[in-house]
């Protein structure tokens, strides 16, 4: 991607469960590009999971510029009556968004 000095990029990120089985323990993680800095998406908290499956989809930043997302449903996988955290069923996904100004 080619940004002037002060511009502004979004990125996306897509995640999807493309297996047979239903997975768990989900972390989305990036970081800002060289010479970028994560930047606030107006209201929004950057970075900010946009779309999936329910539950307490977060980001958390990790370190300066970079930065991990749980995504995905609590789900009690293996019936012993407790729910795994950020999970996703086979064909479900998740899309996360990040800002960054070039520097």
């Known amino acids: ?37 994560l930047q606030a998406n107006l209201n929004i908290s950057s970075p900010f999971v946009e779309s999936g499956p329910g539950g307490a989809n977060s980001c958390t930043l990790d370190g300066t510029d970079a930065f991990f997302c749980d995504v995905g449903s609590s789900i009690d996988i293996n019936g012993d009556a407790v729910a795994e955290s950020f999970c996703m069923r086979p064909g479900e996904g998740a899309v996360v968004k990040f800002r960054v100004k070039s520097e």
């Open 1 to 37: 991607v080619g940004a002037a000095p002060g511009d502004c990029v979004i990125w996306r990120l897509q995640v999807a469960n493309q297996g047979a089985n239903t997975v768990c323990a989900i972390k989305v993680r990036d970081a800002a590009p060289a010479f970028t800095v």
